[in-house]
């Protein structure tokens, strides 16, 4: 089964070694010098990396990971967001069952199309909830840098759920009487692929330690009437990506 047949019908495909051990190991490092971790901010990871480390647009550009993407989205593709998530004895979080409903943007834009909202501010940063049609023209990539077992904590999905639209609370909480969930525990170098609109959690670790996850979200298409993705000027790279995979 392709990547794709798989994220089309599961919503999620985890790839074991994804990225080689010489490429986790230079990302992690690379992250390290220029973000802070979640010990000295309490927080549980770090929004806006492209930001703090530009050097990481040209990072995610290799085919290893844009390719992983543009298998998906197609050649255009370009990524929204980038966020760090780095749970550690001291954070040792957890994160209910929901959908990744908003999308980080420039600006707030009046007379936005009908279906945009609510909107909010994350760390300086424009936040709003699109119409689903924009989520599901959407790709997460999750870049694993540290071994993450069924004690670390690990991502909790239910599968097939990214099919059914924005749900609210009372139909999550169907869905999961309905659904076995799926634990992807996953090893350093491995990657998992998901939709926005997939259900999923994860619990605090019962074995805490480090677990740093790289999250980046991609978009083949820009927004409607004025609205910009907060990434912009990300031009696709050549040659295609999708092919050097081939």
Known sequence: MSIRSEI????????????????????AMMLESRLPSAVETGRPGVRNVLEAAPELREWIRRPAIRGLASAILGDGCFPVRVILFDKTPEGNWRVPWHQDLSIAVRKRVDGAPVGWGPWSEKEGVVHVQPPVGVLEGMITTRLHLDN?????GPLRVLPGTHRLGRLGPAEIQAERGRREERICAAGIGDVIVMRPLLLHASSPARVPGRRRVLHVEWAGQDLPRGLEWFETGYQSPEPSMSRLMM
Request: overall charge negative; some cysteine.
């Open 8 to 27: 089309e019908r599961e919503g999620f495909a985890l790839l074991p070694e994804g990225l080689l051990v010489v490429q986790t190991t230079e990302l």
């Open 148 to 152: 993450c077992g069924e004690e670390n």
